[in-house]
């Protein structure tokens, strides 16, 4: 054994409080051998400390709005009782009413600015009517004196009459020409101030959804649960700034529970998925719930954000809920069951001195020897070699 790896082993088989084992023989399931190396098997557990929550939660969310980052202005407590629609939460909507006052002023000033070409149309619309009237009149006139016949009347007559009559042809043709193309220009006009007006009137719409939407309301009813902050280490309280889209509580389901614990690095592979578990809450140490490891991290995580400790996260599956005395955020213990190493050489952990590399085992009869360990319980140590079944140990120091 490398000096490296022994040094790897004494510190996970030194952590205090992290297994509980018994050893037995295949004959004798509880032998009192004192300090005597024999056979038999290592049964072992292991000890984690966990958080009980919820498999399945109604998130709470900042929704979208224009800011990037918006401050908490109030929240309910947590753990509090709350019905389906009830306000938990309020962000802060000052800049948003800002906006909205701008909205709503850029809507009437729209709105005035409409009123304002239709009655500036309606008067520009009558006086050009008025001028095709006049021009109409001219024009018939002309045209009556234009169709008095030529022999009937002196030649500079005639000759006048027609070119009054062309010069109203084409006078009337131009105010029917400026009535159209002043009907078309306004109407465009109109129709861009109006479109100005309605976008006017949905962004302050939107904008009074939007400081609608920032009090949130429970989906559910159930326990109100406060999510953590984790820049801050800690739950989130009235003050901090948000993001948008981030989970700020959650109502959990009280149907199904799960236990959150982290296992330390330097324990890593101690336990798997599909081991079987035995759960005690903190608040009640009488009661012992059953369940299962559903799932241990690949890769070891920091604790906080600013922790430089880093653990490998386990989920345990309960079998069952209880309702009435479950509640999120729960301290458990949990103890998880470890396969069995069956007939292996055991020693006494008391006779054995694992400080120095490599381990040592004291023999009663006073001398010293040096042994291979390969894994170490709270009470036994597995020998690969250095003692035979039989011998006896004294105790260190």
């Not at 790896?5 to 030194?14: P, V």
């Not at 389906?84 to 809507?107: H, I, K, R, S």
């Not at 890593?268 to 009640?284: E, H, N, S, T």
Request: aromatic share 4%; glycine share 6%.
């Amino acid at each position: 054994m490398t000096g490296a790896a022994a040094g790897l082993m004494a510190a996970l088989l030194l952590a205090p409080g992290c297994t509980d084992n018994r050893a037995t023989t295949p004959e004798d399931p509880a032998p009192s051998r004192g300090l005597m190396v024999y056979r038999g098997n290592l049964q072992s557990q292991f000890l984690v400390t966990g958080t009980l929550e919820a498999v399945q939660a109604s998130d709470i969310k900042v929704p979208p709005n224009p800011t990037w980052q918006i401050p908490i202005r109030w929240m309910e407590r947590d753990g509090a009782t709350v019905k389906a629609g009830d306000p938990v939460l309020e962000l802060d909507n000052t800049e948003l009413l800002n906006n909205l006052d701008q909205q709503e002023l850029a809507w009437l000033r729209a709105a005035n600015d409409l009123a304002k070409i239709r009655a500036d149309v309606a008067v520009m619309m009558g006086d050009k009517e008025f001028e095709l009237d006049k021009a109409t009149v001219a024009l018939e006139k002309a045209r009556i004196k234009a169709e008095v016949p030529a022999d009937v009347q002196e030649r500079r007559t005639y000759q006048e009459a027609q070119l009054e009559y062309e010069r109203a042809r084409i006078a009337f043709a131009k105010a029917e020409a400026d009535l159209e193309s002043y009907r078309n220009s306004s109407k465009a006009e109109i129709e861009v101030t109006e479109i100005a007006k309605q976008k006017a009137r949905l962004e302050a719409d939107a904008a009074r959804s939007a400081i609608e939407a920032l009090t949130l309301r429970a989906p559910a009813d159930g326990i109100l649960v406060i999510d953590e902050n984790r820049r801050e280490d800690r739950k989130f309280q009235v003050g901090d700034s948000v993001n948008v889209g981030t989970t700020v509580m959650k109502v959990p389901s009280l149907d199904a529970w799960k236990v959150t614990g982290y296992l330390s690095d330097v324990d890593d592979g101690r336990i798997a998925p599909g081991m079987r578990a035995r759960c005690v809450l903190d608040a009640y140490p009488d009661l012992e719930f059953e369940g299962t490891v559903e799932e241990v991290a690949p890769i070891a995580q920091s604790q906080g954000f600013r922790s430089m400790r880093r653990a490998f996260h386990a989920t345990i599956l309960l079998d069952k809920s209880d309702p009435e005395r479950m509640r999120p955020g729960m301290s458990v213990k949990v103890t998880v069951e470890l396969p069995a190493v069956e007939n292996v050489l055991l020693a006494p952990r008391a006779g054995l001195d694992l400080s120095v590399d490599p381990p040592r085992a004291r023999k009663a009869d006073g001398s010293d020897t040096e042994v291979q360990v390969t894994f170490c319980s709270d009470n036994e140590c597995i020998l690969e070699s250095g003692l035979s079944e039989g011998e006896r140990l004294r105790r260190a120091g």
